[in-house]
């Protein structure tokens, strides 16, 4: 990383934009100075210099919802900062996952990732994707082939609100069979990035 210029404000704080490393949502915006800095790239969790309290201030320390670095990176001047983290619960004291207001439906197939990884993880009993995933690979990919078939009879009709339900069951069970395979959707898309080159 950059040597980060903590000079230029007369309070020797830094902007820190701190962003979901799966969403790319916009989770919070505070203030490091070199010490809280060195303690986030150490210690792999955000904490900042708060202004309020005069100290340092890890995001988290009360509630355990933390914010656990991915990355940081400095801007073109090196005056500010980019984290991205991967959020241990909601990021703001109103509960919400952003301090910028509600979530939106961007970045929601992440989050539907992760509920479906949680549900087989634990091995959930009263969870449909759970039983699906038990029947094992052969089920989960027949699924995924009646989901697309009823995609396919959808896109020839014009009922745009079926056809949107066929492509997110389609959609859904895919993920299933993603979890399946040990494949992440992140993976998929740096696929598809590689392509693009």
Request: glycine residues 6%; proline residues 2%; charged residues 30%.
């Amino acid at each position: 990383m950059k040597e980060i210029d903590f000079i230029k404000n007369a309070d020797g704080l830094v902007p820190v934009i701190v962003q979901n490393a799966l969403t790319m949502e916009v989770l919070m915006l505070g203030y490091m100075n070199q010490e809280a800095l060195d303690k986030t790239v150490k210690e792999r969790k955000v904490t900042f210099y708060s202004r309020s309290k005069r100290r340092l201030w890890t995001k988290g320390e009360l509630s355990n919802n933390y914010l656990f670095v991915e990355s940081v990176k400095a801007d073109c001047d090196n005056d500010a900062l980019l984290i991205q983290a991967t959020p241990a619960g909601p990021t703001c004291h109103t509960g919400t996952s952003s301090c910028f207001g509600e979530r939106d439906a961007k970045g929601f197939v992440y989050r539907l990732e992760d509920t479906i990884h949680r549900r087989i993880d634990k091995n959930d009993n009263e969870s449909y994707t759970n039983k699906l995933y038990q029947r094992g690979i052969n089920k989960v990919a027949q699924k995924v082939g009646e989901e697309a078939v009823e995609l396919v009879i959808e896109a020839k009709d014009e009922n745009m609100e079926l056809f949107k339900n066929e492509a997110a069951d389609l959609l859904y069970h895919y993920l299933i069979l993603l979890k399946a395979k040990g494949v992440r959707l992140t993976d998929i898309e740096q696929v598809l990035e590689d392509r693009s080159r």
